[in-house]
């Protein structure tokens, strides 16, 4: 158990509509991330936080945006969905930055 | 910047074969190195880690050596099987700052029976 659940699990919506996906951890831990998982294009960095409120962009933050008011939670937004972002996206947390992160079991979206 | 390369694949094997994932990385300083594992319709497990030149991570029967003189880390194991069917990620860290980790793109490996 890596102490981190993602909710839903899995969603279908339409495009244009607006989705959050929500990942809670029970570790306290300082940091975490939100990735999406694309074939051919390995694991990308959406967001990351480094403590509440602070949060900082990675390399396809285009489209998304991320919230952490307590600990243990960040929320990743889609505020207009589009077939794009249709991946299956992870989120993770650790305690140090330079130490492993540990890994949700991901969500599954899919926007038509 | 910081960067990982990881062999193409996917690798496919026999059950009982030798396995070697190359991965060499691009950085500045000391990073941490790490394999994930990732099993079908799961998150990324780490499977082991090495914090310093010359360290050997191993896990399960899987072993990578720190090489900082070829800036490598490349994961082996001596016999594969069926289970250990997975995608594996080669993965660093920036020793400074809120910096996340640098991931390979994922070596997918099927070992046939």
């Known amino acids: 158990d890596a102490g981190i659940t993602q909710s839903p699990r899995h969603k279908v919506t339409e495009t244009g509509t607006p989705v959050t996906l929500r990942c809670h951890q029970t570790?306290?831990?300082?940091?975490m991330y939100w990735y999406r998982q694309d074939p051919g294009h390995g694991l990308r960095l959406i967001h990351y936080?480094?403590?509440?409120?602070?949060?900082d962009k990675g390399e396809v933050s285009d489209g998304y945006s991320v919230s952490r008011s307590k600990t243990e939670d960040f929320l990743l937004t889609l505020e207009s969905a589009t077939s794009s972002q249709t991946s299956v996206y992870f989120c993770?947390?650790?305690?140090?930055?330079?130490?492993?992160?540990?890994f949700g079991d991901g969500t599954r979206l899919s926007i038509l | 910047g910081n960067s990982v390369t990881q062999m193409e694949g996917p690798v496919t094997l026999s059950e009982e074969a030798f396995l070697t994932i190359n991965c060499t990385y691009t950085?500045?300083?000391?990073?941490?190195l790490f394999w994930y594992v990732q099993y079908p319709g799961e998150g990324l497990q780490l499977l082991l880690k090495?914090?310093?030149?010359?360290d050997k991570g191993s896990n399960k029967g899987f072993e990578a050596t720190y090489r900082k003189e070829t800036t490598s880390f490349h994961l082996e194991k001596g016999s594969v099987q069926v289970s250990d069917s997975a995608v594996y990620f080669c993965?660093?860290?920036?020793?400074?700052?809120?910096?996340?980790?640098?991931f390979g793109k994922g070596t997918r490996l099927s070992v046939i029976a």
């Open positions: 993965a660093l860290s920036d020793p400074g700052g809120n910096t996340p980790l640098v």
């Open positions: 993770a947390h650790t305690g140090d930055s330079n130490q492993p992160q540990h």
């Open positions: 570790e306290n831990h300082r940091y």
């Open positions: 950085a500045t300083g000391y990073p941490s």
């Open positions: 936080s480094y403590g509440v409120k602070d949060t």
């Open positions: 090495a914090t310093k030149a010359d």
